[in-house]
């Protein structure tokens, strides 16, 4: 049995419990205090674990007597003196009512094949099921799920090195970090190939660090990272309040922030944000940009969503600051639907710190990897082979030399002609093109629908510029 095959029984065990009424977010936050015991087990470390209250003591307990017990263990781990247990189980409660059901889950764990689990790894087998509940529309854990295909695909032309502290500060279950740790554990087979001893005690306790505001996320990020053998910095707490001011001199930030405004529309507390705005992703950017040493080589790759590319007033300003203080150097326009937060459109910006204040962004080079393509969800996922063509772009040595239509440059004067907007580089779509050039009747319902929709939106856009000058004339 493959780890695919243990997340799948893992995930249908959820079944028990429908009629507890637990959902999803919950069953997947249960199931990680009872894997922590067995993975502990399993990985013959149970020592961190006080006497009494490890795997084996769950099992031997039935009925009523389990669920008291199994209460009463998740109580004490969580004022345990070792942090380690204290961080996985803080304020831990259990949404389990019925005690056969408990106890049905526990059997039903210890039973699955672990001697496979561990060949594979159980780090992976833990990621796979945060991944199943990401892709669950009903967990509504999306919204923190960043796809695996793009996380690599940023890390891999962000090239984080032995040696660089590298930070997400919006860190939900620490995939990014997660995936360049272990983006440099096959470079340096598991950092034995070329690493002093100091070196990889530096990876595994100080290279890979990042702060989560949600404290559920915050404890899956903490059981990821364990079962990766990563014990960096992980804060759980708010990155854009007073709590995230330690979050600076960076060598690589790879994060993706959550969506929306502050609650209320509330500014943020820190005091060393330039910019005072509610929105979260314009904030963030601030953070990001700041935390950057000032080497002239650290860098960040950031997913943000279109409208911080143009919107107004302190946006505009935000952004001019970004391309003064950093190298804006490659935007990605994405596709929509890759999210599990439907209809959220978005980029990924690529920037290097500069050295001075100044004049650091010259040229922008855009990649439209959004329009005319198909669309992406659940049945059609988006792979490593739709990024080639702009991979081998980001890398090219004379970028000018690429010939691809999606791949085009933006000096920094007609940037700033358009009031420093970036919202860039969008090809023509097929679908609005003249009416000897429509779609090709054979081709997908889906995409046809998927071209459908840019026309929708495109014409909402008009109708809302429409609007706009009809209020202003009344004014």
Avoid at 321 to 341: S, V
Avoid at 353 to 368: C, E, L, M, P, S
Wanted: hydrophobic share 35%; proline share 3%.
């Amino acid at each position: 049995m493959n780890n695919q095959e243990i997340v799948q029984k893992l995930w249908n065990l959820c079944n028990v419990l429908r009629d507890d009424g637990i959902t999803y977010q919950q069953y997947v936050t249960e199931l990680t205090y009872l894997l922590f015991l067995k993975m502990m087990k399993e990985q013959e470390t149970e020592d961190v674990i006080p006497e009494g209250y490890r795997w084996n003591d769950l099992l031997e307990r039935e009925g009523l007597e389990l669920k008291t017990f199994y209460q009463r263990l998740l109580l004490d781990l969580g004022g345990s003196e070792n942090n380690q247990l204290s961080l996985i189980y803080s304020d831990a409660s259990t949404s389990i009512g019925e005690p056969k059901n408990l106890e049905k889950i526990i059997k039903s764990i210890d039973a699955l094949d672990w001697y496979n689990a561990k060949e594979e790894g159980l780090g992976n087998l833990y990621e796979g099921l945060l991944e199943k509940n990401a892709s669950e529309k009903k967990s509504g854990a999306g919204q923190y799920f960043t796809p695996r295909v793009l996380i690599d695909v940023m890390i891999q032309l962000i090239d984080p090195k032995i040696g660089e502290r590298c930070a997400d500060p919006a860190a939900g279950t620490f995939g990014f970090m997660i995936a360049a740790d272990q983006y440099l554990k096959k470079k340096t087979d598991n950092y034995f190939d070329g690493v002093s001893p100091e070196q990889a005690e530096f990876q595994k306790k100080e290279a890979f660090t990042g702060m989560e505001l949600v404290k559920d996320t915050h404890r899956l990020a903490l059981m990821n990272a364990l079962l990766h053998n990563m014990e960096g910095r992980l804060e759980q707490g708010d990155s854009l309040s007073s709590q995230g001011k330690w979050m600076k001199n960076f060598d690589v930030i790879l994060t993706n922030p959550p969506f929306g405004t502050k609650k209320g529309g509330e500014r943020v507390s820190r005091d060393d944000l330039t910019y005072e705005t509610s929105n979260k992703q314009l904030n963030f950017l601030q953070l990001i940009y700041k935390a950057l040493k000032e080497n002239g080589q650290a860098r960040a790759a950031v997913v943000l969503p279109d409208n911080v590319l143009f919107e107004s007033g302190i946006g505009e300003q935000i952004r001019h600051d970004l391309m003064n203080k950093c190298n804006l150097h490659t935007i990605l326009r994405l596709p929509p639907g890759i999210f599990y937060a439907q209809g959220v459109k978005t980029n990924v910006l690529f920037f290097t710190k500069g050295t001075i204040d100044q004049d650091n962004t010259k040229n922008v080079w855009v990649y439209d990897l959004r329009t005319n393509m198909s669309s992406f969800g659940k049945r059609n996922q988006l792979t490593m082979a739709h990024f080639e063509n702009f991979m081998k772009a980001y890398i090219a040595e004379d970028r000018s030399e690429v010939e691809d239509e999606r791949w085009n440059k933006f000096t920094r004067e007609e940037i700033a002609k358009k009031g420093d907007s970036l919202d860039i580089g969008l090809i023509a779509d097929e679908s609005l093109s003249s009416y000897e050039n429509l779609p090709d009747p054979i081709e997908s319902a889906e995409a046809a629908i998927a071209k459908l929709q840019q026309a929708m939106d495109l014409l909402n856009e008009v109708v809302e510029e429409l609007r706009a000058v009809e209020v202003s004339e009344d004014e």
